[in-house]
Nanobody
Framework: QVQLVESGGGLVQAGGSLRLSCAASGRTFSNYAMGWFRQAPGKEREFVTAINWVGSTYYADSVKGRFAISRDNARNTVYLQMNSLKPEDTAIYYC??????????????????WGQGTQVTVSS
């Protein structure tokens, strides 16, 4: 059973940076697209970014130019570098495994394995 474990969340001031990590178990990590989503209190889960198996990326407009997704297949890990953080970035951040290796999908129903989430809080 594949498991995803996020880490790296915390409290940061507006304008600061954080790097989230998502470690995956299993030997076929490199065959899958991976995504990051977030959910703020009282809001629906929303797409942040995704990376496919060959490294192509896709970003939500709200984070474009500030966030960067990357992956290290040797370490079975996907990263989310978050710069110029804003209070509206406050949320629980989840990583997820895509069902299609090539697709950087923004739709949660196209991801089949989810991590437990890590809290990111940005103070003003």
């Amino acid at each position: 059973q594949v498991q995803l474990v996020e880490s790296g969340g915390g409290l940061v001031q507006a304008g600061g940076s954080l790097r989230l990590s998502c470690a995956a178990s299993g030997r076929t990590f490199s065959n899958y697209a991976m995504g990051w989503f977030r959910q703020a209190p009282g809001k629906e889960r929303e797409f942040v970014t995704a990376i496919n198996w060959v490294g192509s990326t896709y970003y939500a407009d709200s984070v474009k130019g500030r966030f960067a997704i990357s992956r290290d297949n040797a370490r079975n890990t996907v990263y989310l570098q978050m710069n110029s953080l804003k209070p509206e970035d406050t949320a629980i951040y989840y990583c997820a495994r895509g069902t299609l290796s090539w697709k950087t999908s923004p739709w949660p129903n196209e991801y089949d394995v989810w991590g437990q989430g890590t809290q990111v809080t940005v103070s003003s």
